[in-house]
T-cell receptor, first 111, second 115 residues
Framework: DAKTTQPPSMDCAEGRAANLPCNHS???????VYWYRQIHSQGPQYIIH???NNEINEMASLIITEDRKSSTLILPHATLRDTAVYYC????????????FGTGTLLAVQP | EAQVTQNPRYLITVTGKKLTVTCSQN?????MSWYRQDPGLGLRQIYY???????DKGDVPEGYKVSRKEKRNFPLILESPSPNQTSLYFC??????????????FGSGTRLTVV
């Protein structure tokens, strides 16, 4: 799996968009970009994933650069409940279905 | 409700006393996995199972055992717990081979303390 790099922490004002960056410069062609989040010692929660195209769902948007070396997770209207550690993972799953979680970004949404 | 259920949520035990943490999923997932989470070390995979009777070691399997006799259950067994196994444990499941489309579903976690 490709190594990902995320800032250790970010702040965001409540109601504003939260843009969380992730670098994955060594990503290979068959590796997807996944985003999960973990709210205070709860089980990590799947948010979104993508390969090349931008993706959107009810939780967030995922923007992947054309060269696929980086991506941005966008929470369009952050709330206090979005305060969590956000993990960016590059993986194709492979025979072991394995996802490797790094240390992620602690997003603190401020009132 | 689709979910992964772990029990117990909290457990304090003594060194050497065998224990089992249960994990059950109701989504008919083939794939199940155990992770432990420690401060500064993130989530590390202990064991995983691609289907019934198929299990394999993850990154930190020492001191743990698992079994997969039924599709829905994947218990984690600590035969002789030691203090360095004090951690937060998560069970996860997904459809095998279609991880790319569905992602993992995690349980709520088991906080284990070994004294």
């Amino acid at each position: 799996d490709a190594k990902t790099t995320q800032p250790p922490s970010m702040d965001c004002a409540e109601g504003r968009a939260a843009n969380l960056p992730c670098n994955h410069s060594t990503i290979s062609g068959n590796e997807y970009v996944y985003w999960y989040r973990q709210i205070h010692s709860q089980g990590p929660q799947y948010i979104i994933h993508g390969l090349k195209n931008n993706e959107i769902n009810e939780m967030a948007s995922l923007i992947i650069t054309e060269d696929r070396k980086s991506s941005t997770l966008i929470l369009p209207h952050a709330t206090l409940r979005d305060t969590a550690v956000y993990y960016c993972i590059a993986s194709y799953g492979g025979a072991t279905n394995k996802l490797i979680f790094g240390t992620g970004t602690l997003l603190a949404v401020q009132p | 409700e689709a979910q992964v259920t772990q029990n117990p949520r909290y457990l304090i035990t003594v060194t050497g006393k065998k224990l089992t943490v249960t994990c059950s999923q109701n989504m008919n997932h083939e794939y199940m996995s155990w992770y432990r989470q420690d401060p500064g070390l993130g989530l590390r995979q202990i064991y995983y199972s691609m289907n019934v009777e198929v299990t394999d070691k993850g990154d930190v399997p020492e001191g743990y055992k698992v079994s997969r006799k039924e599709k829905r259950n994947f218990p984690l067994i600590l035969e002789s717990p030691s203090p360095n196994q004090t951690s937060l444990y998560f069970c996860a499941s997904s459809f095998a081979g279609t991880l790319l489309n569905y992602g993992y579903t995690f349980g709520s976690g088991t906080r284990l303390t070994v004294v």
